[in-house]
């Protein structure tokens, strides 16, 4: 599935959209390059779970913030791990097969650490404001959620 936002305010209700479907330990891979609007749609879902949007910044450089709301919100970011193994001091299966929810940006650095099911949303920059965001189910739990959130 594919959407294009054409703001960032529709890529915000896009993640809106998306927190109005998501249940306790759903796990959603945030990719891209830098500046395609990860981050941006973190705080859409932030704000469908009940979160301020202007409390979620990039966690680049702590790794993982976690807010709450109606879901607790789980949101790494693992642009700065150069190997997979950087992860295990973390406790990583604890955050990942939890009852929060939780959003990784930059999840490829993770390689066969990785869940076995979740959604993935790759965000490509079109234009100054406009992103193509394509969704991609893993799992079955996944396959479902992208069919109410389209």
Do not use: C
Not at 56 to 78: A, E, N, W
């Amino acid at each position: 599935m594919e959407k294009l936002s054409l703001s960032v305010n529709q890529t915000l209700k896009i993640g809106k959209r998306i927190a109005d479907k998501l249940s306790p330990g759903d796990i959603i891979l945030l990719s891209g390059p830098l500046g395609a609007g990860k981050t941006v749609l973190a705080k859409g879902v932030a704000s469908g779970l009940g979160i301020d949007k202007n409390e979620v910044v990039s966690p680049t450089f702590v790794l993982l913030r976690v807010y709450q709301g109606k879901h607790v919100l789980q949101h790494f970011d693992f642009y700065r791990i150069k190997a997979p193994q950087d992860f295990f001091g973390l406790g990583y299966q604890e955050y990942l097969y939890s009852d929060a929810v939780t959003l990784i940006e930059w999840p490829q650095r993770l390689k066969l650490l990785l869940p076995k099911e979740f959604l993935k949303i790759k965000l490509f920059t079109k234009a100054k404001n406009q992103r193509l965001i394509k969704f991609t189910a893993k799992g079955a739990r996944y396959k479902k959620l992208l069919k109410e959130i389209n």
